[in-house]
Nanobody
Framework: QVQLVESGGGLVQFGGSLTLSCAAS????????MKWYRRPPGKERELVAS????????NYADSVKGRFIISRDNTKNTVYLQMNSLKPEDTAVYLC??????????WGQGTQVTVSS
C-alpha cells in the first residue's frame, strides 16, 4: 500500500528551473525522513537531498548545494525538490525515497529531468 509518485520532470534549458513533487501514501509521512536521489544515464544512483521528519533538518549533496531546495508539506503528504540554475550534469532520473523502518525502504518510479546545453 506504500506509494511514492514523482511528477514535474521535463526538458529545461541550461540555467532554468524545475520543481519536482513526490506524493506519498501508505505510511506516517510526517515523522519519516524523505530523500531525493538521482540516477544520471549510465551512472550510479546518488543522494541529492534529504529532509527530516521529526527534526525537519535538510541536507544536500555538494553538487547541488545553493541551487536546490528540498521542502515538505505534511498536510499534503508531499515532498518537493526545487531545482534552480540547472546544468546539463543535472540530467537524470530523479527518485523519491522513504525508509519507514530498518526493514522497509521505498522508492518511486522516478521522473526524468533533462537539461539541454
Amino acid at each position: 500500500q506504500v506509494q511514492l509518485v514523482e511528477s514535474g520532470g521535463g526538458l529545461v534549458q541550461f540555467g532554468g528551473s524545475l520543481t519536482l513533487s513526490c506524493a506519498a501514501s501508505g505510511f506516517t509521512f510526517s515523522t519519516t525522513t524523505m530523500k531525493w536521489y538521482r540516477r544520471p544515464p549510465g551512472k550510479e544512483r546518488e543522494l541529492v537531498a534529504s529532509i527530516g521528519g521529526t527534526s525537519g533538518s535538510t541536507n544536500y549533496a555538494d553538487s547541488v548545494k545553493g541551487r536546490f531546495i528540498i521542502s515538505r508539506d505534511n498536510t499534503k503528504n508531499t515532498v518537493y525538490l526545487q531545482m534552480n540554475s540547472l546544468k546539463p550534469e543535472d540530467t537524470a532520473v530523479y527518485l523519491c525515497n522513504a525508509r519507514t523502518s530498518i526493514w522497509h525502504n521505498w522508492w518511486g518510479q522516478g521522473t526524468q529531468v533533462t537539461v539541454s546545453s
